[in-house]
């Protein structure tokens, strides 16, 4: 089983729609969680951290499941410009502090 | 501003090269990571390192090396025991915690490929 798997999509929605991303990982011990996104030959860039309740950064909601080993993120009311890849970002014990693995990633496209 | 920096933006090898690629980083950050990505692929951890002097092997050291001299640098030399090297490299930062996992910083990365 890999250590964290995506659907790679592409997801391809309109303006204004509402997506979300699933992302599933294996070592339940794992302790961080993030989101970052990654646009067409550039650098990631961290999008959120996952904290155990979910939060909110204004039209982006991540979620974790820690009995399914399972995050989530929401995008609402979609802009042009979050079309990007999202990878999923977990670490994993007990090098906390070191080791991240990181998702292949989700391709999101939004059209007008 | 605090950031991290790679040079060259863009390289080319010859066969039997070895190249150096340059990341520095000025956000005081303690540990240092190199990735690499292929297209369609996720990063792959190359190595890391966590106080100066020290580093540790990731998932693919195989024909590439390190150095750990200053905090603020972290050279990645990929050898011409590389024998697929063409790749986007990406070096990150971040603070280190003993308890849970933070957040890596990216530089822009390197994009090597062979002549």
């Known amino acids: 089983r890999k250590e964290v798997e995506q659907d790679p999509g592409p997801f391809n929605v309109p303006e204004g729609a509402t997506v979300a991303f699933n992302c599933t990982y294996s070592?339940?011990?794992?302790?961080?969680f993030f989101w970052y996104r990654q646009d067409c030959r550039k650098e990631p860039k961290l999008l959120m951290s996952?904290?155990?309740s979910g939060n909110e950064d204004g039209r982006f909601t991540a979620q974790l499941n820690r009995a399914s080993q399972y995050i989530s993120l929401l995008i609402r009311d979609s802009k042009l410009s979050d079309s990007a890849t999202y990878l999923c970002?977990?670490?994993?014990?007990?090098?906390?502090?070191?080791?991240?693995?990181f998702g292949k990633g989700t391709t999101l496209s939004v059209s007008s | 501003d605090g950031g991290i920096t790679q040079s060259p933006k863009y390289l080319f090898r010859k066969e039997g090269q070895n190249v150096t690629l340059s990341c520095e980083q000025n956000?005081?950050?303690?540990?240092m990571y190199w990735y690499r990505q292929d297209p369609g692929q996720g990063l792959r951890l190359i190595y890391y390192?966590?106080?100066?002097?020290?580093?540790q092997k990731g998932d693919i050291a195989e024909g590439y090396s390190v150095s750990r001299e200053k905090k603020e640098s972290f050279p990645l030399t990929v050898t011409s025991a590389q024998k697929n090297p063409t790749a986007f490299y990406l070096c990150?930062?971040?603070?280190?915690?003993?308890?849970?996992?933070?957040?890596?910083?990216f530089g822009d990365g390197t994009r090597l490929s062979i002549l």
């Open positions: 990150a930062s971040s603070i280190l915690s003993t308890g849970v996992g933070q957040p890596q910083h």
């Open positions: 070592n339940s011990a794992s302790q961080s």
């Open positions: 996952v904290y155990s």
């Open positions: 970002v977990v670490n994993i014990p007990p090098q906390a502090g070191t080791a991240l693995i």
């Open positions: 956000l005081n950050h303690d540990a």
């Open positions: 390192s966590q106080i100066v002097n020290d580093f």
